[in-house]
């Protein structure tokens, strides 16, 4: 029997087989195994849009209660992450002290506050409240 070596770049990979045609054993098991990780079922996260049937806007309080309690396992929205930021700063919490509470950057915390003074800015100039 004869051994051929392969001389594909990257010999024994996905890469050889598919753009070499190395049929290396290692490389055809190194492409199932690729095919089946890249095709496993992802787990359902609560707020990735590929979860959204048809595309869940609200937001959840209980996760929003969940997140101000403390409990940084949750994967927030956009829309629930402004909620806990906005209870925390009613409680008189800092930057700080809020991304540590929600699992987020402290920058994030400042964008967040940024972003609602100048929303709020805004809706005084056009009622015309000074």
């Known amino acids: 029997m004869i051994i051929a070596i392969c001389s594909a770049a990257r010999h024994g990979t996905w890469y050889a087989l598919r753009n070499y045609g190395c049929q290396c054993p290692e490389a055809v098991e190194d492409d199932r195994r690729r095919s089946r ?4 079922c992802r ?15 609200g937001l959840d309080p209980i996760a929003v209660e969940r997140a101000v309690a403390g409990d940084r396992t949750l994967r927030l929205t956009t829309v629930e992450r402004r909620a806990a930021i906005d209870r925390l700063d009613s409680f008189g919490y800092t930057a700080a002290e809020v ?3 929600l699992g987020i950057t402290c920058r994030t915390v400042q964008r967040q ?10 809706r005084t100039k056009e ?4």
Do not use: D, M, Q, W
């Open 37 to 40: 990780e890249k095709n496993r």
């Open 43 to 57: 787990p359902y996260i609560r707020g990735r849009n590929s979860n959204k049937a048809g595309g869940r806007s």
């Open 99 to 101: 991304a540590v509470r």
């Open 113 to 122: 506050r940024a972003r609602r003074r100048s929303s709020a800015a805004s």
């Open 127 to 130: 009622t015309g409240i000074a």
